[in-house]
């Protein structure tokens, strides 16, 4: 009962009954009531984007990533239905829990999409690249997902059962540690990732030094261009979701009450708007137009080591004296793409 509070009319008796007109906004959920117009096309977006994910399964059959990305759109759009029950009722929990739960959780599932299709990348670009095998990553940066989701779910609890500011304080503090975990989570991986891509440039650069000292032509890989582009537009999509995770820590930092929790704009922009800009990139540059069948590829043919390619590659012992080029060291300008691009019918071995 809220009868008798200061700020509250007369003839409230549960905060139920509160609008912005009767009820002081401080008893809100949050202290402003959430655009109706905006929240209807952030929902209609997501929607709209699920069921262009539906579609498109049917055309390449990427079950896990269609999977992960239906249940992230539809958590989405759970969230954002949520919204608009807060444009209708600010002052009610239910629409905010709806909320917090379905757009805190659906970011985790867009993740795991991401890892799912690196591990596809891993196999097309060579596995003896990484530092884990494809599986690996999958398996440890959904299961740091998971404990992230855990602890934000845990705060969240906390804070909602809280019977003073203290112990709500408490729960946000558990929430902000969850979001944290996933950022450092997420800055690992993109770690990772990059010293992959570094070593697949001198792997590639490597094995066009053997084919020239061989004398052999190095045809073009199908779709590397294209590739290019599909794996440059996947870590911009994961980059807006790391923005998006750093907005939400610094978000809650100051609790549910703290000023950046309680504006819109920054929310709809930092929250909604990077969410969105991941999905636009994820749903044009589909892994399946780029992967094709190869997604069914759960595990690499070879799992040679970084070593082991080089030697291959010189089809000689590394220890008697010939190195990788049995057929005599290339000179400089064999490993420099822009001096051997028009003298050799090999392609550009920069990662195209």
């Not at 970011?107 to 891993?122: C, D, E, G, K, N």
């Amino acid at each position: 009962m809220v009868a008798g509070l200061p700020g509250i009319a007369s003839n409230i008796t549960y905060l139920s009954q509160c609008t912005p007109a009767l009820c002081d906004m401080k008893y809100a959920s949050v202290r402003y009531v959430p655009n109706l117009y905006w929240n209807e096309a952030y929902l209609a977006i997501f929607a709209v984007f699920l069921v262009a994910q539906v579609i498109m399964v049917f055309f390449y059959r990427t079950w896990s990533y269609t999977f992960a990305m239906f249940c992230g759109l539809l958590m989405e759009c759970v969230g954002y239905f949520g919204r608009l029950g807060m444009h209708h009722k600010v002052f009610e929990t239910t629409p905010f829990l709806v909320n917090i739960i379905g757009l805190t959780i659906a970011p985790v599932f867009f993740t795991a999409a991401m890892y799912l299709t690196l591990s596809r990348i891993i196999i097309h670009y060579g596995v003896h690249n990484s530092f884990l095998s494809p599986g690996w990553y999958t398996g440890i940066f959904m299961s740091a997902d998971v404990i992230s989701l855990i602890l934000q779910s845990i705060g969240g609890g906390m804070a909602d059962a809280a019977s003073t500011l203290a112990d709500s304080n408490n729960g946000v503090h558990v929430m902000v540690g969850g979001l944290a975990f996933q950022i450092v989570s997420m800055t690992f991986f993109m770690i990772l990732v990059a010293s992959f891509f570094v070593r697949v440039r001198k792997d590639l650069i490597r094995q066009r030094a053997t084919n020239w000292a061989a004398g052999k032509i190095d045809p073009p890989s199908k779709h590397v261009r294209g590739y290019k582009v599909f794996v440059w537009m996947f870590t911009v999509a994961f980059f807006f979701i790391l923005i998006r995770s750093c907005f939400r820590v610094a978000e809650l930092a100051h609790g549910f009450q703290g000023k950046l929790a309680n504006e819109e704009i920054p929310f709809m922009i930092l929250e909604g708007g990077m969410m969105i800009g991941a999905i636009i990139l994820m749903t044009i540059f589909h892994p399946g137009c780029y992967i094709g069948k190869d997604w069914k590829k759960r595990k690499p043919e070879s799992m040679e080591t970084i070593e082991e390619r080089k030697f291959s590659l010189g089809n000689g012992s590394i220890n008697n004296g010939s190195g990788y080029y049995p057929n005599g060291r290339p000179t400089a300008a064999a490993f420099n793409p822009a001096v051997t691009s028009n003298q050799w019918p090999m392609h550009d071995v920069r990662l195209q």
